[in-house]
């Protein structure tokens, strides 16, 4: 048995994708277990770059089966689109599979997450609109649609009919909007039925099959830690559980069958949407860290906030996760600061916390205190060892290893494969 599991730290934007990618050549089976369309990862394949919002990273090898599981809210449209444009880049898409418990983006969810986004004003949360919260309402209420009802005709219709009863009276009433067509989301859910038919399986059995079996298991977790449904920057967070514990939910394995857990932790610190930002700089600092390393989101492109990298949360994702290794990554976007700074503690009324406050009016007056290093204006980009790093990039990843307690394992100097630093051997 050999399965690791790779998650954020941060608010997202880690580099995720990165690492899944160089990590499932060595695999067998690559898992998205959370999320949905909302979250995006970017990998660079010899010099091109692949933006994917729902295919599991793994899809850029060839032989690798990649799968999408239960935790995902799954929309049947954007992974039909992606599918048709790794096509044309010449991908081949054979080996996937989505799980028959997924539950379903409708149209409804798209449009009043948008709408109920807008209504809350100054009070938004910063969704991307994309019908992830409202899907995984849905789910909690009891009242989603699940694969294995998109694939059964007489479920199917029936469900859409008294959901959209419901939504349309919402739609209208609060509102004031037009109801939508249940004869059109009929005819088009079914289309993507049809087309997404053979890919669908019951993926728990599927995959405690092939963990007993012995196969290598890599688990992709979307968005980060400081997004968690529960343990991020709540209300500011997204709606599922991107810790390492949402894989036994969101995948449907138990805990004794993860064997090891990366977190991927950028080099300094983004977030986009709203919330707090402890190390946030808005100033020319942010703004630089925000040109040099291209700061804007995958999906939607909107600019992300930018600051120092916060250990504090590290450390925090780093217990929630029980994390053997830290993949660092865009450490060679700081090749171009004379002076790097790092929140290794909070100090709140004047005193250290030693904890990850739940109240945002805290979190929001919290004091990071900072820990300054030269740095080393040295390009790192063609560097393949961790010994060769500048003595100054290799004092601030210790730093960084020593608050958090948790060992470097990677350290990324560039988006390509071969731009990565391995320091633990033998993942799987």
Not at 78 to 104: C, F, H, M, P, T
Not at 204 to 212: C, D, G, H, M, T
Request: proline share 4%; charged share 25%.
């Amino acid at each position: 048995m050999s399965t690791v599991v790779v998650t954020g730290t941060q608010w997202g934007d880690e580099g995720k994708g990165k690492i899944v990618d160089y990590l499932a050549e060595q695999s067998d089976i690559v898992v998205r277990y959370q999320g949905g369309s909302n979250a995006g990862h970017t990998v660079s394949v010899g010099g091109k770059e692949f933006k994917l919002r729902l295919m599991p990273s793994g899809i850029l090898y060839k032989g690798k089966k990649c799968i999408i599981g239960d935790g995902v809210v799954f929309d049947p449209e954007v992974l039909l689109s992606e599918i048709e444009n790794l096509k044309k880049e010449g991908i081949e898409i054979a080996d996937y599979l989505i799980s028959n418990r997924a539950q379903v983006v409708m149209p409804y969810h798209r449009l009043m997450d948008g709408l109920e986004e807008d209504n809350r004003g100054h009070a938004k949360i910063g969704t991307t609109k994309r019908g992830i919260g409202p899907c995984y309402m849905d789910r909690d209420r009891r009242i989603g649609i699940r694969m294995c009802d998109l694939i059964d005709d007489e479920v199917f219709a029936a469900k859409l009919k008294t959901n959209l009863e419901t939504k349309n009276r919402e739609l209208e009433i609060l509102y004031g909007q037009q109801p939508l067509s249940y004869e059109k989301i009929l005819k088009e859910y079914r289309d993507y039925a049809d087309k997404l038919r053979p890919f669908i399986i019951d993926t728990p059995s599927y995959l405690n099959k092939a963990v007993r079996d012995g196969k290598k298991v890599l688990f992709e977790g979307a968005q980060a830690t400081m997004l968690d449904i529960d343990y991020g920057t709540y209300p500011y967070v997204t709606a599922s559980h991107p810790i390492a514990g949402g894989v036994c939910v969101g995948a449907g394995i138990g805990p004794k069958n993860i064997n090891t857990t990366v977190g991927v932790v950028k080099a300094y610190c983004t977030r986009v949407g709203e919330g707090p930002f402890p190390t946030e700089q808005l100033n020319e600092i942010g703004n630089k860290i925000r040109n040099v390393g291209h700061e804007f989101g995958t999906v939607t492109g909107r600019p992300r906030r930018t600051g120092w990298l916060d250990a504090c949360v590290v450390k925090y994702a780093g217990y929630l996760g029980s994390l053997d290794y830290l993949a660092i990554t865009r450490l060679d976007i700081l090749d171009h600061f004379d002076e790097i700074k790092m929140c290794v503690a909070y100090k709140y009324n004047g005193k250290i916390i030693d904890e990850m406050p739940a109240n945002l009016r805290i979190l929001g007056k919290i004091e990071p205190v900072y820990e300054t290093f030269a740095g080393w204006n040295t390009d790192t980009c063609a560097i393949r060892k961790y010994e060769d790093l500048p003595k100054e990039a290799q004092i601030y990843l210790k730093r960084l290893s020593e608050v958090t307690d948790v060992k470097i394992g990677f350290v990324s100097v560039g988006p390509n494969r071969d731009q990565t630093i391995v320091c633990a051997h033998n993942i799987f």
